[in-house]
Every structure is written in C-alpha cells, then in structure tokens.
C-alpha cells in the first residue's frame, strides 16, 4: 500500500447497514487496526483485490467464498497489511475529532447526542477555532452560552480543551466500539471492556 495514497486512510466502510457484508478488518504491519474509530473496515472486494495484488496477508475468512471463471477464494475477514503504514502525527481539527477528543459528550453538562460545537472565548470577543477554545457542547448549553464569556454565563467546562496527541485519540476511538463486530476480529481488538474470566 502507498503511504502516500491519500483514499488509503479515508476508505473505511462507514454504513453500518455495510457492516453485515463481509467487511474485512484491515490491521498493519504490527497487527494494529489501522483505526479504531471507525474501526479499519475494507469492503471483502478491495481486501479481494489487495491480496490478488500481494499488498496483505489473509489472517482470517468467513465461509463464504467468491468466484471467478479461474478462481474461488473465501472472503477475507482479517487482512494484515505487508508494508507498515505510519501513523499520522498531526491530528486534523475536524468536527470529528473535536466529538472524539470531548468522547461525544456536552463538555458543560455532559449530555451526549444532538452536539454542535462551541468557542469557549466566543468569536465576537476576539475567540479563534482552534483546539484550544473550540469544544462539543448541547445545543441547550450553546444556547445558554450565546456569545457570552464563560464566567457570565453561569456554565464551567469539564475539562480545559487542548491539542490531543495523535496516539491518544486513537485510544480514544477504542472506548467507541462498532455495534457490529466479527467473531474473527476479536484477537486483534482490544476494547476498554472487562475481560471475562
């Protein structure tokens, strides 16, 4: 795999509708996922073809099998890339990764679902987008804030907002595991779960 190729990193499968296909985990070199949210999900056609292309190692199948007029193989479940693909070292400031980074919870009440985004330092008072006075927050919170300083507006944060590390938001992502996860990938996941004895 290209490093380089900028769809390599981004073409994940995201529909959870698609988890039920026969998605393939796509772990690298050191047997890592390449992500953990979202989890590094190929569909099985595009871990078919890096295998025809000898880009991964299969480490695991489902049953099912594809054909072609010459072949059959079993749809990979779990691929290893060959080549090691080194983790990003910058950390894109996303509405993403913003959610992640606050673990997709109000970072003034703690609520979690509807979330929209708030300048700690609001914009009209000389506040920048950034990281460090950017965070998730309910709409209810939001509103209460308005262009407000925080101190007015009768709300604190849970946690000062900064920069997260690439390799922690990455942890991060493994506090959020998928509603769909394949008997096969267990050995490679390691989720925040209590482990039976």
């Avoid at 595009?46 to 059959?72: F, G, H, M, N």
């Avoid at 985004?117 to 998730?136: C, E, K, L, Y």
Wanted: hydrophobic share 35%; proline share 8%.
């Amino acid at each position: 795999m290209d490093e380089q190729d900028p769809e390599f990193r981004t073409e994940f499968v995201r529909d959870p509708l698609k988890l039920k296909q026969h998605p393939a985990l796509v772990l690298n070199a050191d047997y890592r996922p390449l992500s953990y949210y979202p989890l590094s999900l190929w569909p099985w056609q595009d871990a078919v073809k890096a295998a025809w292309l000898d880009r991964v190692d299969i480490v695991a199948e489902y049953d099912q099998v594809v054909c072609s007029p010459s072949t059959q193989i079993k749809i990979p479940s779990v691929v290893v890339l060959k080549d090691y693909v080194k983790p990003q070292k910058r950390v894109a400031f996303t509405r993403f990764n913003l959610f992640l980074r606050d673990e997709f919870c109000c970072q003034y009440c703690g609520a979690k679902g509807d979330l929209t985004f708030d300048h700690v330092i609001p914009r009209a008072r000389g506040g920048v987008t950034s990281w460090q006075n950017v965070v998730a927050a309910c709409s209810k919170c939001n509103l209460r804030k308005g262009a407000r300083a925080l101190h007015q507006s009768g709300l604190s944060l849970r946690k000062p907002p900064r920069q997260p590390a690439s390799e922690e938001l990455r942890n991060m992502g493994r506090k959020f595991p998928p509603n769909y996860l394949h008997h096969s990938w267990m050995d490679f996941l390691y989720w925040d779960a209590e482990l039976q004895p």
